[in-house]
């Protein structure tokens, strides 16, 4: 298993340009990245191959197969 990293690396390896930093902790808050990210104090912590699913919980079954 992969390390986890930030959001911040996570969103800057997936996105150009990321998205702000307040919108990556309200797609952490709002369970819209799967696998569900860590929060670790202040920090959350994602899987490195995880992807954004938004409202669509029926991409969820996508990611998992």
Known sequence: MRPKVTLEQWAAAKYNPPPSLYTLRKWARDCW??????????????DPDARFVGRDYMRISDVTT
Do not use: D
């Open 33 to 46: 990245i799967f696998p569900l990210p860590e929060k670790v104090g202040r920090t959350y912590y994602v």
